[in-house]
Antibody, heavy 122, light 106 residues
Framework: QVQLVQSGTEVKKPGASVRVSCTTS????????ISWLRQAPGQGLEWMGW????????NYAPKFQGRLALTADTSTSTAFMELRSLTSDDTAVYYC???????????????WGQGTLVTVSS | DIQMTQSPSSLSASVGDRVTITCRAS??????VNWYQQKPGKAPKLLIY???TLQGGVPSRFSGSGSGTDFILAISSLQPEDFATYFC?????????FGQGTKLEI
């Protein structure tokens, strides 16, 4: 079965960077885009960006341009999200999700990781 | 940016009830809408995509409809496991914005 397993909870100081991994299984990694989203405490969901695991092309939401980097390692079927220059506003649960863009026109996120809590605090 | 406005923000219902949740887009978006269910401490789960297509494995009591700016998620006969928060999402724009959520409570 399809699974996305994320790395564990992170606590960071303002100005630091965080890197979250998302290890996939149960499907052909290169056939699907991976998107990253986040959810601040008690808030809604926010899409951050996606990476093509086929050719490593990326696309980022404008608010994250310049401090977000998405990468992928096809040898381990793992995607990574690095967010730099953290502030308290970045405190959230971060999710990776399998993205069906290119397969379904409405580009749904059909499988999700369990989420990684990132807390930014001095 | 496209805004997705869900109503109601919370809803109380009983097992066996039929409920509907509405999502209104700030501009026309054809059928570029997906619906998700989220339980506390868990990741969202895809229920409906392309406004009305049921994701595999999702019970048939869930249905979606609408096009343009107005969309509905319906649950025909509530089961105990359906009490959760529901989000709509537009995938028409680059930002793929989500609604603010509807909390369905017993």
């Amino acid at each position: 079965q399809v699974q996305l397993v994320q790395s564990g909870t992170e606590v960071k100081k303002p100005g630091a960077s965080v890197r979250v991994s998302c290890t996939t299984s149960g499907y052909t990694f290169n056939n699907f885009v991976i998107s990253w989203l986040r959810q601040a405490p008690g808030q809604g969901l926010e899409w951050m960006g996606w990476i093509s695991t086929y050719n490593t092309n990326t696309n980022y939401a404008p608010k994250f341009q310049g401090r977000l980097a998405l990468t992928a390692d096809t040898s381990t079927s793992t995607a990574f999200m690095e967010l730099r220059s953290l502030t308290s506003d970045d405190t959230a649960v971060y999710y990776c999700a399998r993205d069906r863009r290119g397969l379904d026109y409405s580009k749904p996120f059909d499988y999700w990781g369990q989420g990684t809590l990132v807390t930014v605090s001095s | 940016d496209i805004q997705m406005t869900q109503s109601p923000s919370s809803l109380s219902a009983s097992v066996g009830d039929r409920v509907t949740i509405t999502c209104r887009a700030s501009q026309t978006i054809s059928t570029y809408v997906n619906w998700y269910q989220q339980k506390p401490g868990k990741a969202p789960k895809l229920l409906i995509y392309a406004a009305s297509t049921l994701q595999g494995g999702v019970p048939s009591r869930f249905s979606g409809s609408g096009s343009g700016t107005d969309f509905i998620l319906a649950i025909s006969s509530l089961q105990p496991e359906d009490f959760a928060t529901y989000f709509c999402q537009e995938s028409y724009s680059f930002l793929q914005t989500f609604g603010q959520g509807t909390k369905l409570e017993i």
